[in-house]
């Protein structure tokens, strides 16, 4: 299905969204959803391995950026921008995530202990 020219691979599905104009679109609908599924891996990350997580999203980060300057479609090379950065700012949001779990606003893993139940634990005892 793909025709090769030159070094160049072709893909028929990167010419017709090209020959429709329909690149933006494509984009933009991909890159709302690479955000949206973001948010629910800060969540899930956040609660199972704690702000180690973000080591995660730091690797998968850097990974996406040097794919992104290597990949020679315009279209692709897009999107794993706007997945490596959504990346970097999923390590901002582990530690939001990690205030938002210390207000209530999310569940707590009960098997891991926070930061703050030790301040918690010597106000207690005092």
Known sequence: MTST???IIRIPMMDFLSTYHLQGLVLGLCSFLIIGIC???VIKGEYR???RFKWF???VGIVLCVGSLLV???L???LMGVGAFSCFWGIKEMREQQERVRKGWFPRNPRRTYPWDN???NQ???
């Open 5 to 7: 020219c030159g070094n």
């Open 39 to 41: 948010h629910p891996i």
């Open 49 to 51: 391995y704690g702000q």
């Open 57 to 59: 999203f730091l690797i």
């Open 72 to 74: 020679d479609n315009v």
């Open 76 to 78: 692709l090379s897009a």
């Open 119 to 121: 301040t918690d634990q």
């Open 124 to 126: 207690k005892d005092e």
